[in-house]
């Protein structure tokens, strides 16, 4: 009776739904590019298939991890404040003045069972992934502050000028499975995007 409580149990653990969470702003991002590798929205079943042979392997209670890309390097537009155009004949003068709230330096996200903490405080992996991770010190910042805005310029004709938010960040991504007695009870993937730099760029082109 003992055996077949088991094997249900196993069975059961097995069959978990496969879900997606999505936790951070930075997934609203107009642009992310990293030097190398790729985001975890952008995983293809090919991949999991691949990564999950490192993390499928018997183990008493913990995370079992195996890391895709760690601290690389990207590039991103987190939004457009402004684009404005002249199809005239003559320059415009052009005023601006915005209050923006910038959100924290940190966004994480999971794909699979892999559960998230978010709230005020900095948002986190349930049941302590972060540990098995070993993440640099930068996962603790993590602040909301306010920013004001007052620019004052000529848009020439023929010119479009648009201000954005560009900055720079690390990524750091990958799979895990959680084991306790020996069943695995969580698996997923995982991913940490921490804004190094952040600051406004304007941009003037032709059309």
């Given at each position: 009776?003992?055996r077949?409580?088991?094997c249900?149990?196993c ?5 978990l739904?496969?879900?997606y969470v ?14 190398s ?6 995983f293809?079943?090919k991949?999991?298939?691949s990564?999950?042979k490192?993390v ?14 760690e ?6 537009i987190s ?9 005239g004949?003559t320059?415009?003068?052009y ?8 959100s ?8 699979g069972?892999?559960g ?6 900095i ?5 302590n992934l972060?540990?098995?991770?070993k ?7 993590s ?5 004001n805005y007052h620019l004052?310029f000529l ?10 938010v560009?900055?720079?960040?690390k990524?750091t991504?990958?799979?895990a499975?959680r084991?306790?007695?020996?069943l695995r009870?969580?698996?997923g993937?995982f ?9 406004q760029?304007l941009?003037?082109k032709?059309?």
């Amino acid at each position: 009776m003992k055996r077949i409580v088991f094997c249900l149990l196993c069975i059961s653990i097995a069959c978990l739904p496969t879900f997606y969470v999505e936790a951070s702003s930075y997934q609203g991002y107009e642009r992310i590019e990293m030097t190398s590798g790729k985001l975890l929205a952008d995983f293809t079943e090919k991949d999991y298939t691949s990564y999950y042979k490192h993390v499928h392997k018997l183990k008493f209670t913990g995370w079992s991890v195996y890391m895709v890309n760690e601290n690389v390097k990207a590039s991103f537009i987190s939004e457009t404040l402004f684009s404005y155009y002249n199809d005239g004949y003559t320059p415009i003068q052009y005023d601006y003045k915005l209050e923006r709230k910038r959100s924290s330096k940190l966004g994480i996200s999971a794909t699979g069972n892999i559960g998230l903490k978010v709230g005020k405080d900095i948002p986190k992996f349930k049941n302590n992934l972060e540990s098995a991770i070993k993440l640099s010190a930068d996962y603790t910042i993590s602040h909301d502050e306010k920013e004001n805005y007052h620019l004052s310029f000529l848009v020439d004709p023929g010119t479009q000028v648009d201000l954005y938010v560009y900055g720079e960040g690390k990524v750091t991504n990958g799979v895990a499975a959680r084991y306790s007695l020996f069943l695995r009870v969580e698996k997923g993937g995982f991913e940490v995007f921490i804004v190094t730099t952040e600051y406004q760029r304007l941009e003037k082109k032709k059309i």
